[in-house]
């Protein structure tokens, strides 16, 4: 059975730092592009960023690119996004996504960005 868990969200103040983390069991990471989507109140949920299947190639939505690190650890199957420099817009549940045969979610971590 496949499980997506993440963790590390929380109140920080503008400029502040987070680091989020996603454990993921039950699929082989190289079968699976691994991203981190998000979705604020009252909008849809959108893409923040993605892992190629070889856990190279990283993609960024404009919105965080310069400020969000994505990354993967094969030992831990652990996903991570690094999240720099953090704007109140940034504010969102925050979810852990796998794509390939099926596509898996995590039950999201809430970022909140406020002084």
């Known amino acids: 059975q496949v499980h997506l868990v993440e963790s590390g969200g929380g109140l920080v103040q503008p400029e502040g730092s987070l680091r989020l983390s996603c454990a993921v069991s039950?699929?082989?990471?190289?079968?699976?592009?691994l991203g981190w989507h998000r979705q604020a109140p009252g909008k849809e949920r959108e893409f923040v960023a993605s892992?190629?299947?070889?856990?190279?190639?990283?993609f960024y939505s404009d919105s965080v690119k310069g400020r969000f690190t994505i990354s993967r650890d094969d030992d831990s199957k652990t996903v991570y996004l690094q999240m720099n420099n953090l704007k109140p817009e940034d504010t969102a549940v925050y979810y852990c996504?796998?794509?390939?045969?099926?596509?898996?979610w995590g039950q999201g971590t809430q970022v909140t960005v406020a002084s």
């Open positions: 039950g699929l082989t990471l190289n079968d699976y592009i």
């Open positions: 996504k796998a794509t390939g045969w099926s596509v898996y």
């Open positions: 892992l190629s299947k070889s856990g190279k190639s990283p």
